[in-house]
């Protein structure tokens, strides 16, 4: 085997290296603007980048397929009118007949709402209409921040409004795709569920002698029934825990984990979905709906909710027993591994089998188990501390 390896390492290799010129990382190749004037489209300093692509890239973020691949989605400043287009200097198709290329642009079709415009014409012919553009809901609170780079004050407004606002849901449509690029587990709201509310941030500036406003950021609130006759605000913003608000921090910090298990735990143990019968048969699409609808909790979250009940529920002293769970949690830990895979199957449609078997075989399994086997062990001692505080309550 160690003859094989020496004798195809240099295909393998000349292969990998013709493959990975056609891999983009798609959090440099996305290029957001929001546009206030026609010359910014032309502007690198108004393009900034996601933090986040894997919800629609995968894991690794990267897109294949592609040379010098980038992804401008650009959106008028106030009314989020928007811009799609997909640009590269080549593709891999041009090159290998056996490999196809990623589908970026479909994969930003999943996203964005129907209405945007690929024409660069087209798309500044609806910036000339922004003046019409007026803010959502009702005038909150206006407050000035000194720019010092500019010498001046910029005012900012803050508007609350509800799904019923006029032309406020297909605003909202677009608006709610910058999600995907900065939260890193975003999901998208349902706006038919007349109890969430949403604060929006405007930015007042001028253009030809006008005032105009420009989109700056935006919290939703969620008002859910608390019996017997009150309403809790869930916001999805970086706020501390009260006792009127419930706070969905970005970047939570250790404690903060400790304390949102605690409570989700609690809250699920109400779902008929979370029974201790249910729990036996895996993590399900049930799981996930109810706790959605019911609790308003994100799939992840609910993931982990059922691993901490599963655990609850498994005598750990059964060596059958405790080895399904340890397999169930493993399955989900495994997924960063799983970028190797990726790369693999793209390679299978290149190599052939003993070049393939070659490149196999130099991957160290061992340490990726090693590691595997670490992140299980610390996800257990964690769930272990909220299933001793769930007992103590």
Not at 79 to 88: E, G, I, M, R, T
Not at 129 to 153: C, I, M, Q, R, W
Not at 282 to 299: D, H, P, Q, W
Not at 359 to 385: C, F, G, N
Request: hydrophobic share 35%; proline share 3%; with cysteine.
């Amino acid at each position: 085997m160690l003859i094989i390896t020496e004798m195809n390492s240099t295909p393998v290799n000349d292969m990998e290296k013709k493959l990975a010129e056609y891999k983009c990382d798609t959090n440099e190749a996305v290029c957001l603007k929001l546009v206030r004037f026609p010359e910014d489209l032309g502007d690198e300093s108004t393009t900034f980048h996601p933090e986040y692509s894997h919800q629609l890239f995968g894991d690794d973020e990267v897109a294949f397929g592609y040379k010098g691949l980038q992804i401008q989605l650009y959106y008028s400043a106030g009314n989020l009118s928007s811009l799609f287009k997909v640009k590269y200097t080549a593709r891999v198709t041009d090159t290998f007949d056996c490999v196809e290329p990623d589908d970026v642009e479909g994969k930003i079709r999943e996203i964005i709402p129907a209405g945007f415009c690929c024409n660069t014409d087209d798309f500044i012919s609806l910036l000339e209409k922004e003046a019409n553009f007026k803010p959502f809901g009702s005038l909150l609170h206006t407050y000035k921040v000194h720019n010092v780079e500019a010498g001046e004050d910029l005012t900012y407004q803050i508007h609350k409004v509800d799904t019923s606002c006029p032309g406020f849901r297909e605003y909202h449509e677009r608006l709610q795709t910058f999600l995907m690029w900065f939260i890193e587990t975003a999901s998208f709201i349902d706006v038919d569920d007349d109890r969430w509310d949403f604060f929006l941030v405007f930015e007042k500036y001028n253009k030809d002698g006008e005032t105009l406003y420009a989109t700056v950021g935006y919290m939703t609130v969620y008002n859910y029934y608390v019996y017997p006759d009150k309403t809790r605000p869930r916001v999805r913003y970086n706020l501390s825990e009260t006792d009127d608000i419930i706070a969905y921090s970005e970047d939570p910090s250790e404690n903060y984990v400790k304390l949102r298990d605690f409570v989700l735990v609690k809250l699920c143990l109400t779902l008929p979905s979370f029974s201790s019968e249910k729990l036996s048969q895996g993590f399900s699409e049930e799981m996930v709906s109810e706790a959605r609808e019911k609790l308003k909790i994100n799939k992840k979250h609910a993931r982990r909710v059922y691993e901490i009940l599963r655990l609850r529920n498994t005598d750990m002293s059964d060596e059958e027993k405790a080895k399904e769970f340890r397999l169930e949690v493993k399955k989900r830990l495994y997924g960063p591994y799983r970028k190797n895979q990726r790369e693999l199957t793209k390679m299978q449609k290149c190599l052939r089998p003993e070049e393939l078997a070659s490149h196999i075989s130099q991957m160290d399994t061992r340490l990726q188990h090693e590691e595997l086997e670490k992140s299980y062990q610390d996800v257990l001692a964690e769930y272990r501390r909220v299933l001793e505080r769930l007992a103590q309550a």
